[in-house]
């Protein structure tokens, strides 16, 4: 198969879908590999590294898009891109198309077979495309929200872990995931008085069991939440429905209780964020203010650590790129209900549940899809 991987164009998106080892896999596959010319550099790769483990330079992204049967990339595509996108082609990425009908919209009338990472599931119910980023993300936020909290930015002025005879930063956690869990973790390392909200009771009690001494745990209940989000110096927004539009948690009008100059980070922008003042920012702008609350709701965190984040994601996504190529996608998906997971369009149809409710179209059962 041809696997074509062009540089992304996000705005300050330094990620890349193929590191070299993968390349050096795909190519060990007996398929042809296309990268697209300094596609890597953002995250430390060289198009000499791309060569050396026997993948070949395009000198533009039309070029890949022209050649590759599959497409791997890091976000979802931009309006340029989806252009270039073709029936028969196969797309594997992040995509987010609950919150965003336009790129839905035109991935439906590219025919092109789109594959999300963040759909994709595993055999103990997790989201292990999701994941690496989770976990980045989730150990960014309370370094960013430090950031945004410094008077400079517009913030409260609170030192997070505080000084002797001054108290720390209130941090309150809103979802025990794996974005939560790893969040929680480095602000509790910062010194900040940390609370996990969640609805899930089993889940508390095990980050209660395993960090019980770390931080503290609470149950999401509307008011409890409301209660602890007015104290807060610092709320993150760390919810995840699989595929869907995350839920909106706080309200504008709960903004008024919170203390001016207090800090939300949005982890959960992907997906439309869970905060209702949320809009998606670029770490060029991260921050802005709402009724006096400095909000950062970059929509792709983990690419301001870009080699970190594509050698993680590289080694998630790396075994199943391998099964689409070595399979062909309908092959692959049928012998992997877990892939079949991430299909989110194909042929004009969508695919994913939660997208069609979300955006109110109609979706085809990603089974029947692989007889189209």
């Not at 430090?146 to 309150?172: E, H, I, S, Y």
């Not at 509307?222 to 309200?251: C, F, S």
């Not at 809009?279 to 929509?299: F, K, L, N, S, W």
Request: charged share 20%.
């Amino acid at each position: 198969m041809k696997i074509g991987c062009p540089k992304e164009i996000k705005p300050q998106e330094f990620r890349v879908g193929l590191t070299p080892h993968a390349a050096h896999e795909a190519v060990a596959h007996g398929h042809e590999v296309l990268i697209e010319t300094g596609a890597g550099v953002g995250a430390g790769f060289s198009d000499a590294d791309y060569t050396a483990a026997g993948a070949k330079i395009a000198s533009s992204a039309e070029e890949v898009f022209a050649a590759a049967e599959m497409v791997v990339k890091v976000k979802e595509p931009q309006a340029v891109e989806r252009k270039r996108l073709r029936e028969g082609q196969l797309l594997f990425t992040y995509l987010h198309l609950a919150p965003d009908p336009e790129q839905t919209k035109d991935l439906l009338a590219s025919g092109v077979t789109a594959i999300a990472y963040e759909t994709v599931t595993d055999r103990i119910g997790g989201l292990p495309l999701l994941a690496p980023m989770s976990e980045v993300a989730g150990k960014l936020a309370p370094q960013v929200g430090a950031w945004t909290l410094q008077k400079a930015n517009g913030g409260r002025g609170v030192l997070m872990g505080g000084v002797p005879g001054v108290g720390p930063a209130k941090v309150v956690v809103i979802g025990g995931g794996v974005v939560g869990t790893h969040a929680a973790r480095v602000a509790a390392g910062m010194g900040a008085d940390v609370t996990v909200l969640d609805r899930s009771l089993p889940r508390l009690r095990y980050l209660d069991d395993v960090f019980g001494r770390d931080f503290k745990t609470s149950y999401a209940s509307a008011g409890n939440t409301a209660e602890l989000v007015a104290a807060a110096d610092m709320v993150i927004g760390a919810v995840l429905i699989p595929g869907a539009a995350a839920p909106k948690l706080v309200t504008r009008a709960q903004l008024k209780t919170m203390k001016p100059g207090a800090a939300i980070v949005d982890v959960a922008i992907d997906q439309g964020g869970c905060f209702e003042t949320s809009r998606a920012t670029t770490h060029q702008d991260p921050i802005y203010e709402v009724d006096g609350i400095m909000h950062y709701c970059v929509a792709n965190m983990p690419g301001a650590v870009a080699r970190t984040s594509t050698i993680a994601l590289g080694n998630a996504t790396m075994p199943f790129m391998l099964a689409l190529a070595d399979k062909g996608w309908r092959k692959a998906c049928e012998e992997d209900p877990h892939l079949l997971a991430g299909l989110n369009t194909h042929a004009g149809h969508l695919t994913y549940d939660a997208v069609g409710k979300a955006l109110g179209l109609k979706v085809m059962a990603p089974a029947q899809a692989l007889k189209v």
